[in-house]
């Protein structure tokens, strides 16, 4: 909340400074993303996934159910017409859980497995509009993210895996802007460019680790939908 607050202060200082010197009337920006998935069965992975996004995959039946519940809502400002920088908070929730009954002979195993992760961050960006006096944009958004998430395994209530992580995300994302009115428009972004790197613990264990992952995903899948009011 602290790294939060300082963003939004220095975002309002940067976005008034700019105003006052070339009398631009910036619109404040309130929106952000939802995204849900349910699922029940697995979804069969085929070497190449099927791309379905919060989703999981096995290469063989499995009676797995999940769910997968993200939200980002953001607070930025328009400082030009083809400039806005902004602040946003990351949540996510997912829950994977399966039964399986592995046989060995004559002896069937019943297996309940379940997992659970939460995720919380802010973050900031900026967003170039390419085309801003059109109805339909197009814009780049790099961003910044600091995250924090945990992660428990449990094995019929045994107590399997339980791990804390503390992430950057350095990345870019490009997406089109649909002004609806003047005050409301739609917002499609698709996950492009990333670089994340942090650390790992496992509490069990006592041991920690680090990690870094570069990644694209510049494919349909990765769309997320949005709207956002311009005060």
Do not use: C
Request: a positive charge; zero cysteines.
């Amino acid at each position: 909340m602290k790294n939060l607050l300082i963003l939004l202060t220095l975002l309002i200082s940067f976005g008034n400074l700019h105003a006052q010197s070339d009398d631009f009337d910036g619109a404040i920006l309130l929106g952000g993303y939802f995204n849900f998935t349910i699922q029940k069965k697995q979804v069969p992975y085929l070497g190449t996934t099927l791309g379905i996004q919060g989703a999981s995959y096995s290469s063989r039946p499995t009676d797995a159910r999940s769910t997968d519940l993200s939200i980002s809502p953001i607070f930025g400002k328009e400082f030009s017409q083809h400039w806005a920088l902004g602040v946003k908070l990351n949540y996510r929730n997912s829950t994977y859980k399966s039964e399986t009954t592995p046989t060995f002979g004559d002896f069937t195993l019943f297996v309940y497995a379940k997992r659970t992760s939460h995720q919380i961050g802010t973050g900031f960006f900026a967003r170039y509009t390419f085309n801003p006096e059109q109805k339909l944009n197009f814009f780049l958004q790099p961003y910044f993210d600091l995250n924090s998430a945990t992660e428990v395994y449990k094995v019929d209530n045994d107590l399997r895996d339980n791990d804390k992580i503390n992430y950057l995300q350095i990345g870019t994302n490009g997406g089109l802007l649909y002004n609806l009115n003047k005050k409301f428009r739609i917002t499609a972004t698709m996950a492009g460019l990333s670089f994340s790197t942090g650390k790992w613990k496992d509490l069990i264990a006592d041991d920690m680790d680090n990690f870094f992952v570069f990644n694209t995903r510049i494919r349909v899948s990765s769309i997320s939908f949005g709207i956002e009011l311009k005060i």
